[in-house]
């Protein structure tokens, strides 16, 4: 796959499809952690499309437990916008709750597309299985074609066998029964201390060998001590130096044409810390080295 020179970088500021709010000031954080900047300095040429529109929960009347028809818009935006990008860009997408996915899966799959899902938790819910009803907890199941048929019928996009979760920590029993069925590649954080990251990396790598790559990484798959930002900490989560590692084998890969940054909460973070480690990470995926 030829190399990327070009980023394009657009932010989704939604909380609705989270349980806490705050998550929708993400993408000014991460901006102001100077992700452009550090774009830049690493030779891309950047450019920043704004923010998808989405309505603030408070002008919203709650229906049944979700906003599904407001994340539905933002999200169809959200595919719709990157879609109209040229070849040879590669999209960042600032979140913003994880639902948000749905739309940039979707819009970034020009074909088979692998998915590299970072995070604490599989978000492989449905309505039927999920505790709480938060959107933010089913967008990998409606990419896989999985959920409520207003999502699945535009942003069902991928192969489930050509998903990839790392560094889950957290599934509800409904949950785990689905990702078995559909035979998602599932790597707990008991595989992370049995197997080591590089491992880890290497089968994803493997698996996915000649599809590129879309990398969702949600910041609650770090430990809550590195990145106390997050509307839903899980303790025990990667280390620093464990999640640099693996952005570096992904980016080694030359396979990345993708990339989320989602669940930074900055109401929850001390002196934007979280939305700094997240930038960080984007940098080593996107090929910075020591050396």
């Given at each position: 796959?030829?190399?990327?020179?070009?980023?394009?970088?657009?932010?989704?500021?939604?909380?609705?499809?989270?349980?806490?709010?705050?998550?929708?000031?993400?993408?000014?954080?991460?901006?102001?952690?100077?992700?452009?900047?550090?774009?830049?300095?690493?030779?891309?040429?950047?450019?920043?499309?704004?923010?998808?529109?989405?309505?603030?929960?408070?002008?919203?009347?709650?229906?049944?437990?979700?906003?599904?028809?407001?994340?539905?818009?933002?999200?169809?935006?959200?595919?719709?916008?990157?879609?109209?990008?040229?070849?040879?860009?590669?999209?960042?997408?600032?979140?913003?709750d994880?639902?948000?996915?749905?739309?940039?899966?979707?819009?970034?799959?020009?074909?088979r597309?692998?998915?590299?899902?970072?995070?604490?938790?599989?978000d492989?819910?449905?309505?039927?299985?999920?505790?709480?009803?938060?959107?933010?907890?089913?967008?990998?199941?409606?990419?896989?074609?999985?959920?409520?048929?207003?999502?699945?019928?535009?942003?069902r996009?991928?192969?489930?066998?050509?998903?990839?979760?790392?560094?889950?920590?957290?599934?509800?029993?409904?949950?785990?029964?689905?990702?078995?069925?559909?035979?998602?590649?599932?790597?707990?954080?008991?595989?992370?201390?049995?197997?080591?990251?590089?491992?880890?990396a290497?089968?994803?790598?493997?698996?996915?060998?000649?599809?590129?790559?879309?990398?969702?990484?949600?910041?609650?798959?770090?430990?809550?001590?590195?990145a106390?930002?997050?509307?839903?900490?899980?303790?025990?989560?990667?280390?620093?130096?464990?999640?640099?590692?693996?952005?570096?084998?992904?980016?080694?890969?030359?396979?990345v044409?993708?990339?989320?940054?989602?669940?930074?909460?900055p109401?929850?973070?001390?002196?934007?810390?979280?939305?700094?480690?997240?930038?960080?990470?984007?940098l080593?995926?996107?090929?910075?080295?020591?050396?």
């Amino acid at each position: 796959m030829p190399p990327m020179d070009r980023v394009a970088v657009i932010g989704v500021p939604m909380d609705l499809g989270a349980g806490r709010r705050g998550v929708d000031m993400g993408p000014s954080a991460l901006r102001y952690a100077r992700l452009l900047e550090e774009l830049e300095a690493l030779g891309f040429a950047v450019e920043d499309l704004g923010d998808v529109r989405v309505p603030l929960a408070e002008t919203l009347r709650r229906r049944k437990g979700t906003y599904l028809e407001e994340i539905r818009q933002a999200a169809l935006e959200l595919k719709e916008r990157l879609q109209a990008l040229p070849e040879g860009v590669l999209p960042i997408v600032l979140g913003g709750d994880h639902s948000l996915s749905m739309g940039s899966v979707s819009g970034v799959a020009r074909g088979r597309v692998g998915v590299i899902w970072v995070d604490a938790h599989a978000d492989f819910n449905t309505p039927e299985t999920s505790p709480s009803g938060n959107i933010h907890g089913m967008p990998l199941a409606v990419l896989s074609g999985l959920g409520h048929p207003r999502l699945t019928e535009v942003f069902r996009s991928v192969d489930p066998k050509d998903v990839v979760l790392i560094g889950v920590r957290s599934v509800d029993p409904g949950e785990k029964r689905l990702l078995q069925e559909a035979g998602v590649t599932v790597y707990t954080m008991h595989e992370v201390d049995r197997l080591g990251v590089a491992r880890i990396a290497e089968e994803a790598l493997d698996r996915l060998s000649g599809l590129p790559l879309h990398v969702s990484l949600d910041a609650d798959v770090l430990d809550p001590a590195v990145a106390p930002g997050v509307g839903t900490p899980v303790p025990g989560g990667l280390s620093y130096r464990e999640a640099h590692l693996l952005m570096e084998l992904l980016a080694q890969s030359g396979q990345v044409r993708s990339l989320d940054l989602v669940e930074v909460n900055p109401i929850l973070d001390e002196k934007n810390r979280t939305a700094e480690m997240m930038v960080g990470l984007a940098l080593s995926l996107l090929g910075k080295r020591i050396l």
